[in-house]
């Protein structure tokens, strides 16, 4: 009987340390992170790094403006072309779709999710890029290639999450317009799709925090230039790429700047995650 | 006349949607599978061959080291979450916010933390080991929460019953519970599997791109996917690329039909 409790005792504290993993990984990352670049930033200087025009590494000059506007940009395209097309395939989905077409459209979504990001790039470089080439001009490898790729890239995100919102609006709003003689596209447009606001808003931010992180497929499609984004069919490099492509080959100040530059971008990303869990709670209260 | 036009835009997207899919699914099985030549799967890697036999090896290492350490601290995680945590404790709100955060960090971070603290800071080098526990960290979020919602799944009266016969509340666990949730938990498994054979940015500096069979788990190793990476661009394979291309649609589709049927038959009960 004793042996049976203290079983019980340590088997409780394995769970709860397993539990706290997490914590100690946040923990750990943003130490890290934070260890690693605020130095960097320091030695630079705070306004020189954030605001900075020219990134140099050779020359020691180390701003980073450009990769931030660059995947503010990219990730802003990429939301005006994925949005639109994904809240329509949503509704669709959710309140249109034959259950025969159902069953091929809904693993279609999870697929287009399933595929990795580096096929994506390969696809984008292989047939956005050329395509840009030659339909818009300069070498295509672009900022409109990039949120294009993304756009395709974020739309089961945003798929998923807003088809679930539509689906958690209560079916009463819906009978109560078609009640008041709208029809099935009005109750639809005008009555579920507003009750589902939050939920909708979750779905684009979730893109966005997608968007914004992308790598590898990014990186093979935008050219990578670090200078100010110049137009939508000229090169340019993101947060993420900066990091992805010189921190193989950087040391002492360098890396100390790159390591920053992911500091930059892990607050971005917890922005975002923040505005995520106050969309969901609202969403689910 | 507005009801025609929404329909109209609803239709259109989807069909883009789908057209999308088709078009990248297409485009590289149509051009890729003319490039699956029998010396891609040659035992040595060489500037020659380009063999990606090794890198499917690596990259089924790479999956079995890193569900080895992320699944049972998942599991275990979201047993005590659902089965031994009080409601409404500010432990299990903390431990939900960073998993929360974890899930939203991308992998470029992930792959940066691995070179600081596995490859650098505990002196693993660029190895197979340091990848895997920084996928570890990377899908332990999505193993957490759907192991999480197969716990609360299963009915109470399962607990209940297993209570009323005099068993303690770990044989319960492990004999009632977890059982009972397997199904929803393996889902959870292969969507990770998903993940670490698609992920690219966060092995590059953790688990290095050494082309051969490793020697040991802290050889360096390059999985499929960022073989795939070195060879798109490098520009020299590209037909190399089209063919390893199709071999990740290939698994992801198998990972998906699994993935798929499993929740079919969840839902089934």
């Not at chain 1, 260890?35 to 050779?58: H, T």
């Not at chain 1, 779905?203 to 992180?213: K, M, Q, T």
């Not at chain 2, 490098?234 to 049927?261: H, P, R």
Request: proline residues 4%; contains cysteine; glycine residues 10%.
């Amino acid at each position: 009987m004793k042996t049976n409790a203290f079983r019980e005792k340590a088997m409780r504290a394995v769970f709860l340390s397993a539990a706290c993993v997490s914590v100690l990984a946040v923990l750990l990352i943003s130490l890290f992170l934070f260890g690693g670049g605020f130095p960097g930033m320091a030695k630079i200087g705070f306004f020189e790094f954030l605001f900075g025009q020219i990134w140099k590494p050779m020359n020691g000059i180390f701003g980073i403006l450009p990769m931030i506007l660059g995947s503010i940009y990219i990730t802003g395209y990429a939301l005006l072309l994925g949005t639109p097309v994904a809240l329509l395939t949503a509704i669709y989905l959710a309140r249109f779709c034959p259950q025969r077409l159902y069953r091929v459209l809904k693993p279609a979504v999870s697929l287009l999710a399933g595929i990795p990001s580096v096929v994506y790039g390969f696809f984008g470089l292989i047939v956005i890029v050329p395509t840009v080439r030659q339909w818009f001009g300069g070498n295509g490898y672009s900022l409109l290639s990039g949120s294009t790729l993304l756009a395709m890239m974020i739309l089961p995100t945003v798929i998923t999450v807003t088809e679930a919102a539509l689906r958690a609006v209560p079916e009463t709003y819906y009978e109560a317009a078609l009640a008041l003689g709208a029809p099935h596209e009005r109750a639809v447009f005008f009555v579920q799709l507003p009750a589902a606001k939050s939920g909708v808003l979750a779905g684009i931010v979730l893109g966005a925090g997608r968007a914004i992180g992308e790598t590898t497929a990014v990186a093979m499609v935008i050219g990578n230039q670090a200078r100010m984004p110049a137009g939508l069919v000229r090169g340019l490099r993101t947060l993420t790429t900066n990091v992805f492509l010189e921190m193989g080959y950087s040391a002492d100040l360098h890396r100390e700047a790159l390591v920053a530059t992911a500091v930059v971008l892990f607050v971005f990303i917890l922005l975002i995650n923040l505005f995520f869990g106050m969309l969901k709670r609202r969403m689910l209260a | 006349m507005t009801a025609r036009l929404l329909r109209w835009l609803v239709v259109g997207a989807a069909a883009l949607t789908l057209g999308s899919l088709a078009l990248v699914v297409g485009y590289i099985l149509i051009q890729g599978v003319p490039h699956l030549r029998p010396e891609l799967f040659e035992l040595e890697y060489t500037t020659q061959n380009v063999s990606m036999l090794p890198a499917i090896v690596n990259t089924l290492i790479m999956t079995a080291v890193s569900l080895a350490i992320a699944l049972p601290l998942g599991v275990f995680a979201a047993v005590y979450l659902v089965e031994y945590a009080r409601r409404g404790s500010r432990l299990v709100a903390l431990i939900r916010i960073t998993a929360e955060t974890l899930a939203g960090i991308p992998s470029i971070i992930y792959g940066l933390f691995g070179l600081l603290f596995f490859v650098t800071a505990l002196k693993m080098g660029f190895s197979i080991l340091a990848g895997a526990l920084t996928l570890a960290l990377m899908i332990l979020p999505l193993v957490l929460r759907t192991t999480e919602e197969a716990l609360q799944a299963v009915p109470d009266l399962y607990r209940e019953g297993a209570f009323g016969l005099g068993a303690g509340r770990l044989r319960t666990v492990f004999r009632i519970v977890l059982p009972s949730a397997a199904p929803g938990i393996l889902a959870g498994v292969i969507l990770a599997v998903g993940r670490i054979v698609g992920e690219t940015a966060a092995l590059l500096y953790t688990a290095g791109t050494v082309a051969s069979f490793p020697k040991s788990i802290l050889s360096s190793g390059r999985t499929l996917s960022v073989h795939m990476f070195a060879l798109a661009s490098e520009g020299l394979y590209v037909d190399q690329a089209y063919a390893t291309a199709v071999v990740l649609l290939i698994v992801v589709f198998g990972i998906n039909t699994l993935s798929g049927s499993i929740a079919k038959r969840i839902a089934k009960g």
